[in-house]
Every structure is written in structure tokens, then in C-alpha cells.
């Protein structure tokens, strides 16, 4: 049994086979996942888990580089946007798109990992850094 990080063999398959430059999301309950993209559903009842605990974990174990978010979390759930904020360090460049453009970038990620999250906007795409 594994002693440290994530549990989750699906997640840390994900992470440890991630190339600099590659890409997860994690969603919201809601979140629609395109055909053909791998989707890891932790959703156990709504709001349970949470996307920021979800998101915490992946970061603690995933070198990021850059961050996509809804530019409309601004605006709709500026609570969940401050979370996200400190979660992050300034090594990671976040860029705002609209939710629009966000879902269509989900064709390009590697996984998304669906959490039980119910506030609008709770979604990031992640884009996977090196450790060197």
C-alpha cells in the first residue's frame, strides 16, 4: 500500500504518465467531459468531494506551470476564486478565458476529474510543469 500521496490509483496513473505541457481539469459536478477524454468520477453527493480539497491534493503532487479558469468565476463565485488563489503559488501564470473557450479546451486534456462541487465556475484546467 502506498505511504504517501494520492490513493486514487486512477489520479496518480494520470499524474505520473503527465509530460511537461499536458493537461488535466478538474470540474464541478456539472462540468461536461467531451467524448473520447478520460473521466475520473469522484463524485459522491453534491458537494462532497469538494473541488478545492480535490484541488489541493492534485497540486500537492503535480508540478503546475499554468492555470486556465472561467472568466466568469470573477464574477459568479468570487469566494471559490480567492481559494483557488491561495492554493496557488506565484509560479503558476493563470489565465482567464470564458466558460465557452474553457469547455472546448477540454478536448485537450489528458483527464478531467469530476468532483462533487455544486457552486458555478468550479473548474481548472491544469498544464503540467517540469521538475528541472
Same mark, same amino acid.
Given at each position: 500500500?502506498?505511504?504517501?500521496?494520492?490513493l486514487?490509483s486512477?489520479?496518480?496513473?494520470?499524474l505520473?504518465? &503527465?509530460g511537461?505541457?499536458?493537461?488535466?481539469?478538474?470540474? =464541478?459536478?456539472? &462540468?461536461p467531459?467531451?467524448?473520447?477524454?478520460? !473521466?475520473?468520477?469522484l463524485? @459522491?453527493?453534491?458537494?462532497?468531494?469538494s473541488? $478545492?480539497?480535490?484541488? !489541493?491534493v492534485v497540486?500537492?503532487d503535480?508540478?503546475v506551470e499554468?492555470v486556465?479558469l472561467?472568466?466568469?468565476?470573477?464574477?459568479?463565485?468570487?469566494?471559490? @476564486?480567492?481559494a +483557488?488563489e491561495?492554493?496557488?503559488?506565484?509560479?503558476?501564470?493563470?489565465?482567464?478565458?470564458?466558460h465557452? =473557450?474553457?469547455k472546448?479546451? $477540454?478536448k =485537450?486534456?489528458?483527464? +478531467?476529474?469530476r468532483?462533487?462541487?455544486?457552486?458555478?465556475y468550479?473548474n481548472?484546467? @491544469?498544464q503540467?510543469?517540469? @521538475?528541472?
Amino acid at each position: 500500500m502506498k505511504k504517501h500521496g494520492i490513493l486514487n490509483s486512477e489520479i496518480a496513473k494520470v499524474l505520473a504518465d &503527465l509530460g511537461h505541457m499536458d493537461k488535466i481539469a478538474i470540474g =464541478d459536478a456539472g &462540468l461536461p467531459v467531451p467524448d473520447g477524454v478520460k !473521466k475520473i468520477d469522484l463524485a @459522491l453527493t453534491l458537494s462532497e468531494p469538494s473541488f $478545492l480539497s480535490v484541488l !489541493k491534493v492534485v497540486l500537492s503532487d503535480m508540478k503546475v506551470e499554468k492555470v486556465v479558469l472561467a472568466e466568469e468565476i470573477k464574477q459568479q463565485n468570487a469566494v471559490q @476564486l480567492a481559494a +483557488v488563489e491561495a492554493a496557488l503559488t506565484e509560479d503558476e501564470v493563470v489565465t482567464y478565458v470564458s466558460h465557452e =473557450d474553457f469547455k472546448s479546451q $477540454l478536448k =485537450d486534456v489528458k483527464a +478531467v476529474i469530476r468532483t462533487g462541487e455544486a457552486t458555478p465556475y468550479s473548474n481548472i484546467i @491544469l498544464q503540467s510543469g517540469v @521538475l528541472f
